[in-house]
Antibody, heavy 122, light 110 residues
Framework: EVQLVESGGGLVEPGGSLRLSCAAS????????MNWVRQTPGKGLEWVGR??????????DYAAPVKGRFTISRDDSKNTLFLQMNSLKTEDTAIYYC?????????????WGRGTLVTVSS | QSVLTQPPSVSAAPGQKVTISCSGT????????VSWYQQLPETAPKLLIY???QRPSAIPDRFSGSKSGTSATLGITGLQTGDEADYYC???????????FGGGTKLSVL
């Protein structure tokens, strides 16, 4: 069964840091591109960034609101994706989803984790 | 404010058909493929449609997608109460090199 399980969410003060993890199973993580997507409570979806597979360069791309503050990394030996979040702001409060980033003719996210809630508040 | 424009809500009776629109520009929908996601209450989004018109094998053919120019449409026939959910469109923005989502549409099956 293809599965993504996020962890690491919690309450953090503005300006603080948090590291999210996403454990993948049931598919070949080493060749997979991966996404982070977030959802502000009661609102819509927002793309955070994506991670290319190591064989495709291993680099990451980010949305403007998080660029320079968030870093996506991966440990292929543990089938795990990470999201390091620094200089957190109240507007970063959201449920953070880990997803696959598949490409056919266009991109799509065919597998989603259940999400982990990050609350930034003093 | 979302890059892709969706109606905030749509409604229809059980058994009827509904369509949800998603409007963009030449930088996003106009030159890229669209995917659609269903988010049932208190759950994570689920892929419904990819590459404008393709359904994953587990998705029933009551769900369909189409694209014309800078707009895309999700169609749902034979509406069921279990279809009540939020629906999101998404695509790649070639100018910004980012993924963009619509603001979401809440479907009510009355």
């Amino acid at each position: 069964e293809v599965q993504l399980v996020e962890s690491g969410g919690g309450l953090v003060e503005p300006g603080g840091s948090l590291r999210l993890s996403c454990a993948a199973s049931g598919f070949s993580f080493t060749i997979a591109w991966m996404n982070w997507v977030r959802q502000t409570p009661g609102k819509g979806l927002e793309w955070v960034g994506r991670s290319r597979s190591i064989s495709d360069g291993g680099t990451s791309d980010y949305a403007a609101p998080v660029k320079g503050r968030f870093t996506i990394s991966r440990d292929d030996s543990k089938n795990t994706l990470f999201l390091q979040m620094n200089s957190l702001k109240t507007e970063d409060t959201a449920i953070y989803y880990c997803t696959t980033f598949r490409y056919s003719s266009g991109w799509f996210a065919d597998t989603w984790g259940r999400g982990t809630l990050v609350t930034v508040s003093s | 404010q979302s890059v892709l424009t969706q109606p905030p809500s749509v409604s229809a009776a059980p058994g009827q058909k509904v369509t949800i629109s998603c409007s963009g520009t030449s930088s996003d929908i106009g030159n890229n493929y669209v995917s659609w996601y269903q988010q049932l209450p208190e759950t994570a989004p689920k892929l419904l449609i990819y590459d404008n018109t393709q359904r994953p094998s587990a998705i029933p053919d009551r769900f369909s997608g189409s694209k014309s120019g800078t707009s895309a449409t999700l169609g749902i026939t034979g509406l069921q109460t279990g279809d009540e959910a939020d629906y999101y469109c998404a695509t790649w923005d070639s100018s910004l090199s980012v993924v963009v989502f619509g603001g979401g549409t809440k479907l009510s099956v009355l």
